[in-house]
């Protein structure tokens, strides 16, 4: 029985750059890192992490979802000629906000 066997992976370049330059600073390669995971996927019966969707408020959801239009080309977004234009937008609608009975 062979000592070792190959596993030939598929994985975009930048991702691999970013794992080698990770892994060489904990002094192991790339090979190594892998052998870590398997081995301890073996060990807990799965990956050996958890696997969740990230969860975020209402909000920030909906920040989410207005930038994927805005990214998308489906909504148009307010374009500003400098920072100071878009903080005093910013502070003129939050104080508009803190007048109404609605921003209270």
Same mark, same amino acid.
Request: glycine share 6%; aromatic share 6%.
């Given at each position: 029985?062979?000592?070792?066997? @190959?596993?030939?992976?598929?994985?975009?370049? =930048?991702?691999?750059?970013?794992?080698?330059?990770?892994?060489?600073?904990?002094?192991?390669?790339?090979?190594?890192?892998?052998?870590?995971?398997?081995?301890?996927?073996?060990?807990?019966?799965?990956?050996?992490?958890?696997?969740?969707?990230?969860?975020? @408020?209402? =909000?920030? =959801?909906?920040?989410?979802?207005?930038?994927?239009?805005?990214?998308?080309?489906?909504?148009?977004?307010?374009?500003?000629?400098?920072?100071?234009?878009?903080?005093?937008?910013?502070?003129?609608?939050?104080?508009?906000?803190?007048?109404?009975?609605?921003?209270?």
């Amino acid at each position: 029985m062979a000592k070792t066997a @190959n596993l030939n992976i598929r994985i975009d370049p =930048e991702t691999k750059i970013g794992a080698e330059r990770l892994f060489s600073s904990f002094g192991i390669t790339v090979t190594d890192a892998v052998n870590i995971f398997l081995r301890q996927a073996l060990v807990v019966g799965g990956l050996p992490f958890e696997m969740k969707q990230p969860r975020f @408020n209402a =909000e920030t =959801e909906a920040a989410i979802r207005e930038a994927r239009e805005i990214a998308a080309g489906r909504v148009i977004s307010n374009g500003y000629s400098s920072a100071k234009e878009l903080f005093t937008e910013i502070d003129t609608t939050c104080s508009h906000a803190q007048r109404s009975p609605a921003g209270r």
